[in-house]
């Protein structure tokens, strides 16, 4: 039997209602949502909207418009980078171990349009202190932008904390909730996020191709695409309501039928349930690890300042020597290398060999991790 | 047939927004293709066959702001939007 551990890439398996309810929007749907006014199309655009309103639940929005449907948090990253039109000399501030979707973004914008990136070196474990974050702090300042959580070694920020500092220097503030959301709780009200971006393919158990955007009430972006949306027809400009403004051409409506009867899922198992199995697996996998001679661990090693992330290296074996034997030997499948950070990995001083990335999910148990544990003895042997 | 209301609103999402609560509110309720001598530019329009006070009760609870509220007349089509005396849209 096959053991996926790969869960921060995409979450694997699907639970069941997201296959049916895929079949079923292409078989007795099928419609476009937004488009006409027959009943198919009117029962595609109720699956939408409906989709809308349990996703603005998850993260505690009070206006589901809010929620924009794109193809993925990347995507949805990029809208709020470079929505903001950030001009030369205005500045950025974000830390050391952000993935490529806020880093490359960023980075092209620092070359093309000068502006100035203040990233706060993390330590080590991947902690930083949201004080450091007001130091750098100018009138300059346009954006704030982290994680929730990193991919690659499963370090919460202190995401309410730094949100409470952007809010009170009135600096727009993005968060990226790919690895945290549906494992970890979500309250954008709490956090003082303005922008959220979040995949629905990993914690909240959707199929790949669906990525979401908040946008906070009040606040405009300029859109990155532009064209047809069903509303407005007759008029050439864009239109300036939501979620319209930022959901031009068809949307990937099979992946939102899947999406919402997903989140209809991570809703009735409870994210504070689904959220401490995770953390029980996490802490016994810590546990174990730390029993096996010759790992390197890296990151917070603690299950409550963590998610079900966690980072290692074998001594005198490459990651990806180890991943190819756990792989082909065991059937277990984690993912190694950099995991699109170069800066985490900078910042836990693995670049640019990187690290064997384990990371749990809602359908892992207790024999998942022995059985990895055991894999990793017998290698070291 | 009795008196109806055709209410039209800028974006789909809101036409189901307000589709929900007028639902939940226990009114007579319906998604139709707007009537062709109103305009409704996302293509489709609820038409509620309610009083005006009951329809503008719902409206005003969950801060719904259409773009047009008609009351069918014959076959005219009398605009009632004025009475809607609310502000607060939350059509960004």
């Known amino acids: ?381 | 047939m009795s008196d109806y209301r055709i209410i039209i609103f800028d974006s789909i999402h809101e036409v189901l927004r307000a589709d929900k609560f007028f639902q939940n509110d226990g009114l007579k309720v319906k998604i139709i293709p707007p009537p062709r001598q109103l305009s409704a530019d996302c293509g489709i329009a609820l038409k509620v066959e309610e009083d005006f006070d009951v329809i503008a009760d719902t409206l005003r609870k969950n801060a719904l702001n259409p773009a047009g509220v008609f009351l069918k007349v014959g076959d005219r089509y009398v605009s009632e939007i004025k009475k809607l005396s609310f502000q607060g849209g939350i059509n960004g």
């Open chain 1, 1 to 381: 039997m096959s053991i996926y551990l790969d869960n921060a890439s995409t979450s694997h398996p699907k639970p069941a209602c997201v296959l049916e309810a895929m079949k079923y929007f292409l078989e007795e749907i099928g419609a476009n949502a937004g488009r006409s006014a027959h009943k198919k199309a009117v029962e595609a655009s109720r699956m939408v909207f409906e989709t809308r309103e349990l996703v603005a639940d998850i993260i505690g929005a009070e206006n589901s418009s809010r929620i924009i449907f794109l193809q993925n948090a990347t995507e949805a990253l990029n809208t709020a980078i470079f929505g903001l039109s950030l001009s030369r000399g205005d500045r950025v501030i974000t830390s050391s171990i952000e993935h490529n979707a806020v880093m490359r973004p960023l980075r092209f914008l620092e070359k093309t349009r000068g502006i100035i990136l203040d990233i706060i070196q993390c330590n080590r474990a991947g902690f930083l202190e949201a004080d450091e974050i007001r130091k750098k702090i100018t009138a300059r300042t346009k954006l704030i932008v982290v994680n929730h959580a990193s991919n690659v070694v499963g370090t919460i920020l202190p995401i309410a904390e730094i949100g409470q500092i952007a809010r009170v220097h009135n600096i727009p503030y993005l968060v990226d909730a790919a690895q945290s959301i549906g494992c970890l709780p979500m309250d954008v009200e709490k956090n003082f996020i303005d922008l959220l971006a979040f995949s629905g393919h990993k914690g909240l158990l959707g199929p790949q191709g669906v990525g979401c955007l908040y946008i906070r009430e009040n606040f405009d972006l300029v859109p990155l695409r532009f064209g047809g949306t069903g509303s407005n027809s007759g008029s050439e400009y864009q239109p300036d309501f939501l979620p319209d403004r930022y959901e031009s051409g068809t949307l990937n409506l099979p992946g939102i039928a899947g999406l919402r009867a997903a989140v209809k899922f991570v809703l009735e198992r409870g994210i504070s349930n689904i959220h401490k199995h995770i953390q029980n697996l996490t802490g016994e996998l810590i546990e174990q690890l730390r029993k096996i001679k010759d790992i390197i661990i890296y990151g917070p090693q603690h299950k409550d300042l963590q998610t079900g992330v966690v980072s290692i290296n074998l001594k005198g074996m490459t990651p990806a020597e180890a991943g190819e034997i756990l792989d082909r030997e065991f059937d277990i499948a984690v993912r190694v290398g950099l995991h699109c950070s170069p800066q985490a990995h900078k910042t836990i001083q693995t670049f640019p060999s990187g690290t064997i990335r384990v990371s749990l999910g809602i359908f892992n148990t207790v024999q998942d991790v022995n059985k990895f544990c055991e894999a990793l003895c017998q290698i070291i042997e």
